[in-house]
């Protein structure tokens, strides 16, 4: 399978953060590490322990009810998700076909498929369907397309809802801690657009968090 949809190199580490190891992964069970420990070992990408671990965190924090993950993979994070917030209902999309169908086993085989709502195909085309009122958005898709997103994410979020964007930092190109290499130049301009939009946006309050990869929280008012 081709994951180069932005930039995927599982070869590599993600940027270390200073808080990565101090931060200990305790709201995903067996079934999640199972299904992680599958994805890294065929270098689908799925979210790290810490990463995992605060986004949970987070849903928790709003009380989220009704999430949507732009982004399923194989479904770790959605699972990680539902068993964090027991009274949570996931709307998750993923356009690549194969993941779709692995993920949709998986949250049948832990049991959450009647809290499930997955939906194969582009997010942009799916999330002009959908009807909006998330508390909880987790933004896990092609990071290219996080800022063409925005609107229609921020019309998707309820009112004191939670935006969270994975992967903003970008093993520190974004920040320019790191020269990005040339061909991922594009993909640092628009992470860093989408940053500067969130970041400048009066109805959002923003904070970048060193978290895994770099999570952008933004809450929106
Ligand atoms: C980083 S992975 C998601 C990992 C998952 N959230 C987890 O932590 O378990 C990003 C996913 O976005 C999917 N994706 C890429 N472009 C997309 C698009 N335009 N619409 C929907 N999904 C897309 C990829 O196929 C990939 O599975």
Not at 33 to 43: E, G, K, L, T, V
Not at 67 to 93: D, K, M, N, W, Y
Request: glycine letters at 10%; charged letters at 20%; one cysteine or more.
């Amino acid at each position: 399978m081709d994951f180069n949809y932005a930039h995927n190199d599982t070869s590599r580490p993600e940027r270390p953060s200073r808080t990565g190891c101090v931060n200990k992964l305790t709201v995903a069970g067996e079934a999640v590490q199972n299904i992680r420990r599958s994805a890294f070992a065929r270098s689908i990408p799925v979210s790290s322990d810490e990463t995992l671990q605060f986004i949970c965190m987070q849903a928790a924090a709003v009380g989220a009810k009704n999430i949507l993950e732009v982004g399923t993979a194989v479904g770790a994070s959605g699972i990680a998700l539902l068993q964090t917030c027991p009274s949570a209902r996931l709307t998750t999309i993923e356009k690549n076909e194969e993941l779709f169908g692995e993920a949709v086993q998986n949250f049948q085989s832990a049991g959450l498929s009647s809290r499930v709502t997955a939906l194969c195909g582009d997010a942009a085309e799916v999330m002009s369907t959908l009807g909006g009122g998330y508390d909880f958005i987790f933004l896990d898709g092609p990071k290219v397309q996080y800022v063409k997103w925005l609107p229609r994410l921020k019309e998707l979020l309820a009112r004191g809802g939670l935006l969270a964007a994975d992967d903003v930092l970008l093993y520190g190109w974004v920040n320019g801690e790191e020269q990005p290499p040339k061909k991922r130049r594009m993909l640092v301009e628009h992470v860093r657009e989408y940053l500067n939009a969130v970041t400048s946006d009066d109805g959002l309050i923003t904070y970048i968090a060193d978290v895994g990869d770099g999570i952008a929280l933004s809450v929106k008012k």
